[in-house]
């Protein structure tokens, strides 16, 4: 939680999403749900939790004469998984821990959405939205990142489902 930026550097150099989507279905079915919600507001604010997280994310980076925000990438990466899980993205393995979001009950899943809506504020799902939707909706209309790193939250998103 300290280190967001290192943490997503070696995610995407070892396994990726797999991997980090495996972290995720295997913390959720051990009632770690706790641990990931606090991983999650920390990825969010970048390790600063008394910054916003429109501020951390805005973070501009510059090269070729580009702006770009890899905050807003590497967050939305960490998010896209937790989303996917719950959605139930990345089950292409027969391992046991590639199946374990077929084992948590609707009800569990609720428990581990609403945890997540009161940390980040941003409410429940609306029936028949996907978490994936839920999420993303969530925290562009609460204004939690601007509609310009939106795009680079949403492309970290999208690699990781």
């Not at 990345?90 to 959405?113: D, G, K, M, N, W």
Request: charged share 25%.
């Amino acid at each position: 939680m300290a280190d967001p930026e290192g943490v997503s550097i070696e995610i995407e150099r070892s396994r990726g999403a797999p991997a980090l989507c495996q972290y995720m279905r295997v913390m959720f079915a051990s009632d770690r749900t706790a641990a990931v919600v606090d991983q999650l507001d920390a990825v969010l604010h970048w390790g600063n939790p008394d910054e916003s997280i429109r501020e951390m994310l805005s973070a501009p980076a510059y090269d070729d004469g580009s702006t770009w925000f890899p905050r807003a990438k590497r967050a939305g990466y960490f998010s896209g998984c937790v989303a996917g899980v719950l959605d139930g993205k990345r089950r292409s393995s027969t391992s046991l821990a590639s199946r374990l979001p077929l084992l948590l009950s609707s009800r569990y899943q609720t428990i581990i959405v609403l945890q997540i809506a009161e940390r980040l504020k941003i409410g429940r799902p609306s029936k028949g939205d996907s978490y994936r939707k839920w999420m993303l909706n969530g925290l562009s209309k609460k204004d939690l990142v601007s509609p310009d790193v939106m795009d680079w939250f949403e492309l970290g998103f999208d690699r990781a489902n």
